[in-house]
């Protein structure tokens, strides 16, 4: 029962915020935005849905694992923080990448300590989630792709801001 609720759970924040991601493209693009790294776009909403295949898929090979309480509570800690990173960016929030020409990027809340402190929440996000019901290889398998998925998008996001900054 708690996979099941924690699952739904994740899925229904994940397609919140694809929702919001929407709204604020919306904004964005009546703004004058201009969009970015649309050809590894694709590739990154694959890895994410995979992602919750593989979580499901593994809950039940694995014959429906405990729940780690400790993991649960870093996993809310992880959440928050990327609350905090998301409300912080406000409209400028999106999961692809638009620059409005002559917008500067956003130095407020955990972006006036780090530079992609919403990139460094995923990369926790992806480690802890499978984690919470020990699933071993989706963490590990999925924390190395991630990776690579982030070495091209922040290579790409640095590029994009570097032109004024």
Avoid at 39 to 45: A, G
Avoid at 56 to 76: A, D
């Amino acid at each position: 029962m708690h996979f099941f609720i924690f699952i739904i759970f994740f899925i229904a924040q994940r397609l919140s915020e694809l929702f919001i991601a929407r709204r604020n493209e919306k904004w964005l693009l009546s703004q004058g935005a201009v969009q970015y790294g649309q050809e590894h776009y694709p590739f990154m909403i694959a890895l994410h849905t995979l992602f919750i295949v593989s979580i499901i898929t593994e809950y039940i090979l694995r014959q429906q694992p405990p729940i780690s309480w400790i993991f649960l509570v870093l996993f809310l800690a992880v959440l928050s923080f990327k609350f905090w990173a998301l409300l912080s960016l406000g409209k400028y929030w999106n999961t692809k990448i638009y620059r409005i020409p002559g917008v500067y990027p956003i130095k407020r809340g955990p972006y006036k300590f780090l530079k992609h402190p919403n990139y460094m929440e995923v990369v926790c996000e992806i480690a802890i989630i499978p984690l919470v019901f020990h699933l071993y290889y989706t963490a590990i398998s999925f924390t190395i792709l991630n990776a690579a998925m982030l070495t091209v998008r922040i290579r790409v996001e640095n590029r994009v801001w570097a032109v004024s900054s």
